[in-house]
Nanobody
Framework: QVQLVESGGGLVQGGGSLRLSCAAS????????MGWFRQAPGKEREFVAAISWRGDSTYFADSVKGRFTISRDNGKNTVSLQMNSPKPEDTAVYYC??????????????????WGQGTQVTVSS
């Protein structure tokens, strides 16, 4: 049974930092490219960041580029999202997701097979 479990969410002051982690089990992480998405109340789920299966390519939404970084450790079956200088508009539930490494399209949630349950991030002004 595949499980993706996010952690590290919480309340953070704008301009601070927060690190989200995603622990994967039931799959070989190196067989999957990974992504982070977020969903704010009343809004659709949106792409935040993605990383290739080897970790040598990363992609970011324009809204977080230069502030967020994504990384992975295939040996530890973990993926992380480092959020620097978060803004109140970054407030959302953040989800970790896995897609087959052969799937190069990373923005659409429909390309991802497995999802975590999400972790709430609230950024205060």
């Amino acid at each position: 049974q595949v499980q993706l479990v996010e952690s590290g969410g919480g309340l953070v002051q704008g301009g601070g930092s927060l690190r989200l982690s995603c622990a994967a089990s039931g799959l070989i992480l190196s067989s999957y490219a990974m992504g982070w998405f977020r969903q704010a109340p009343g809004k659709e789920r949106e792409f935040v960041a993605a990383i290739s299966w080897r970790g040598d390519s990363t992609y970011f939404a324009d809204s977080v580029k230069g502030r967020f970084t994504i990384s992975r450790d295939n040996g530890k079956n973990t993926v992380s999202l480092q959020m620097n200088s978060p803004k109140p508009e970054d407030t959302a539930v953040y989800y970790c997701a896995a897609r087959p490494r052969s799937e190069l399209r990373y923005v659409s949630p429909a390309r991802y097979l497995y999802w975590g349950q999400g972790t709430q991030v609230t950024v205060s002004s």
